[in-house]
């Protein structure tokens, strides 16, 4: 049913090539606003992770039975009442938390990145691979919201973690910068998110160019062997 | 298509323009060490080092011939106005980080000398004080005078920061009896008085920096460096702004001429609002541009939290640059108005 290569793809897709962050650029609005520190910023990550999944699970099994008109209104419908469980959830778990993120946790129903899995794979594919498809679209959420925030968090006030006892009760936050670390507000602000996200997205930029040109350079060979001549294979 | 301005009309190049802006920066410079010490020149130092620096590792990695467009003194010039607007006994990172955002940030990241949609050195300003916005607001006191290897401990961390060295700017003092609105006083030159902040015509000391920041800009514009446009319509757009606020309360709003006088305004007029990158190219742009700085420089001023308003204004008239271009174009010759627009 699935095999081995379709998942490495799903894979690759979710976490790099199709990175909702940092490729199709979607769902930025929790994306900024969220990421001024890890433990915020990984927490929404998880929360909009599980709905991903369970969404896609559930259109995936109910795909042939939605009319293909009124498909986004349901969609909307079965994204919106997973996400009511996962407020209900944070909200009983994790209450601090819950009052932080605010309006952000109901809002991912309004995230693209919500919508467009399950529009553009889960409504297609079984619910195996929609699992997986949501699992590592997830993950990419995840990784870049959490490196976004750590990246705000240590620049902005030379910590990590901060308000990690809200999830784990006892932890502290680590000071990573020496304490007299002046701090510097702009990454903690709105435009240190836009400015730190540019940098993000330049640099897979520049990585996926780089491995694309490793590519191209391992496929004809080096330069250097035919200009020496010595070697009498031709290929 | 339309050809975009700015067209060529003389022998100016890069190099020699930003020689001379550097040359009209002198008389100010030399004014402004006079009244705090040396560590302006200090700052200056530092700044255009850090500008070099980061220029050349970013021409670098750009593949782009460093020795020749390190030569253009573009960089140096961003340095100084940086130098310039920072206060002088800001702590070496402080001055380092603000260069480091207008050269990397706001002039290589987006495409070098002549394609920056923002003021370097502004966006330099804006940036720390964001930041940093207790660093940014400690300006000397009035008549401190601190040897100069003290003043180089304060710059270089060694030695610790001293709330007493700093006071209140005249646009400090004038902006927080706006505030509290507790004036005893008729007018806030009286005020400024019994602060010992005022001068002859505007804040002692101050006055005659941005007296000499004045002179270097006529001369910027007797070389040809500069048009008059946008340092007149920010002139008078202050002035006019000033002059409103002041004759309907004397009282709470000081008089245009000091307005004129204090803060970053000279240095704002002659040398910021008239860069040839971010501003307008159009005489009548320049004008607009010119107009809506001063103005934004003023509102922001007096009723903004920030110390000065200088690098907002112009800022955000820089975003407007391109679309005031758009539609100041002057028409084209041979033609009818309604013709070249199109």
Same mark, same amino acid.
């Given at each position: 049913?699935?095999?081995?290569?379709?998942?490495?793809?799903?894979?690759?897709?979710?976490?790099?090539?199709?990175?909702?962050?940092?490729?199709?650029?979607?769902?930025?609005?929790?994306?900024?606003?969220?990421?001024?520190?890890?433990?915020?910023?990984?927490? $929404?990550? %998880?929360?909009? $992770?599980?709905?991903?999944?369970?969404?896609?699970?559930? *259109?995936?099994?109910? =795909? =042939?039975?939605?009319?293909?008109?009124? =498909? *986004?209104?349901?969609?909307?419908?079965?994204?919106?009442? $997973?996400?009511?469980?996962?407020?209900?959830?944070?909200?009983?778990?994790?209450?601090?938390?819950?009052?932080?993120?605010?309006?952000?946790?109901? &809002?991912?129903?309004?995230?693209?990145?919500?919508?467009?899995?399950?529009?553009?794979?889960? /409504?297609?594919?079984?619910?195996?691979?929609? @699992?997986?498809?949501? +699992?590592?679209?997830? %993950?990419?959420?995840?990784?870049?919201?959490?490196?976004?925030?750590?990246? =705000?968090?240590?620049?902005?006030?030379?910590?990590?973690?901060s308000g990690i006892d809200m999830v784990m009760p006892g932890a502290h936050a680590l000071q990573i910068l020496p304490e007299d670390y002046p701090g510097f507000l702009l990454a903690a602000l709105p435009p240190g998110a836009f400015i730190m996200l540019g940098c993000l997205i330049a640099g897979k930029n520049w990585l996926s160019e780089r491995g694309k040109r490793k590519a191209k350079e391992r496929q004809t060979p080096p330069v250097s062997r035919r200009a020496t001549g010595e070697s009498p294979v031709t290929s | 298509m339309m050809l975009s301005s700015p067209h060529l009309r003389e022998a100016n190049s890069v190099p020699r323009i930003m020689r001379l802006v550097c040359v009209a920066l002198l008389p100010g410079i030399a004014v402004y060490t006079a009244l705090i010490g040396p560590a302006v020149l200090t700052q200056i130092f530092l700044a255009s080092v850090a500008a070099l620096f980061f220029e050349a590792a970013m021409l670098k990695m750009r593949a782009l011939p460093v020795r020749r467009f390190l030569g253009d003194h573009s960089a140096l010039v961003t340095a100084w106005?940086?130098? $310039?607007?920072?206060?002088?006994? /800001?702590?070496?990172?402080?001055?380092?980080?603000?260069?480091?955002?207008?050269?990397?940030? @706001?002039?290589?990241?987006?495409?070098?000398?002549?394609?920056?949609?923002?003021?370097?050195?502004?966006?330099?300003?804006?940036?720390? +004080?964001?930041?940093?916005?207790?660093?940014?607001?400690?300006?000397?006191?009035?008549?401190?005078? &601190?040897?100069?290897?003290?003043? %180089?401990? +304060?710059?270089?961390?060694?030695?610790?920061?001293?709330?007493?060295?700093?006071?209140?700017?005249?646009?400090?003092?004038?902006?927080?009896?706006?505030?509290?609105?507790a004036l005893r006083v008729d007018n806030i030159q009286e005020l400024l008085r019994s602060q010992n902040l005022y001068g002859t015509f505007a804040g002692r000391g101050w006055e005659w920096v941005t007296m000499t920041y004045l002179c270097g800009g006529a001369f910027l514009l007797l070389m040809g460096v500069i048009t008059w446009h946008a340092p007149f319509a920010f002139v008078t757009s202050m002035a006019a702004a000033a002059a409103i606020c002041w004759l309907i309360d004397p009282s709470r709003f000081s008089d245009p001429l000091f307005h004129l006088f204090s803060g970053g305004s000279m240095l704002g007029a002659f040398f910021i609002a008239t860069d040839p990158v971010s501003g307008c190219s159009t005489p009548r742009g320049r004008l607009i541009f010119g107009c809506g700085a001063g103005l934004l420089a003023y509102l922001i001023r007096v009723f903004g939290v920030f110390p000065d308003g200088i690098a907002f204004a112009v800022l955000i008239m820089n975003i407007c640059a391109p679309l005031i271009d758009h539609y100041t174009q002057p028409t084209v010759f041979g033609l009818r108005a309604r013709e070249s627009d199109t």
């Open positions: 049913m699935m095999n081995k290569d379709t998942f490495k793809t799903i894979a690759a897709d979710g976490l790099w090539r199709q990175n909702t962050g940092l490729v199709q650029i979607l769902g930025l609005c929790p994306l900024l606003a969220i990421s001024v520190n890890t433990v915020n910023a990984v927490m $929404l990550a %998880l929360a909009t $992770l599980i709905v991903i999944v369970m969404s896609n699970v559930a *259109i995936a099994l109910l =795909r =042939r039975l939605i009319p293909h008109e009124i =498909r *986004i209104p349901v969609f909307i419908l079965v994204v919106a009442s $997973l996400v009511t469980v996962v407020d209900l959830l944070f909200n009983a778990w994790f209450n601090e938390l819950y009052v932080i993120l605010g309006i952000f946790i109901p &809002l991912i129903v309004t995230n693209c990145v919500v919508l467009a899995r399950v529009e553009a794979f889960a /409504s297609k594919n079984p619910p195996l691979a929609s @699992a997986f498809d949501g +699992i590592f679209m997830g %993950l990419g959420v995840l990784w870049t919201l959490a490196l976004l925030g750590v990246l =705000r968090e240590l620049i902005g006030n030379g910590v990590l973690l | 106005l940086i130098a $310039l607007t920072f206060p002088p006994l /800001s702590p070496w990172w402080l001055t380092v980080t603000g260069v480091f955002f207008a050269i990397v940030v @706001a002039k290589h990241l987006y495409g070098g000398l002549g394609q920056n949609p923002f003021n370097p050195a502004m966006v330099a300003f804006a940036v720390c +004080i964001i930041a940093f916005p207790a660093l940014m607001s400690q300006w000397p006191a009035q008549g401190l005078t &601190l040897p100069f290897e003290q003043q %180089l401990e +304060i710059v270089f961390g060694f030695s610790p920061r001293i709330d007493a060295l700093t006071a209140a700017t005249p646009l400090d003092a004038i902006k927080t009896a706006l505030k509290t609105n």
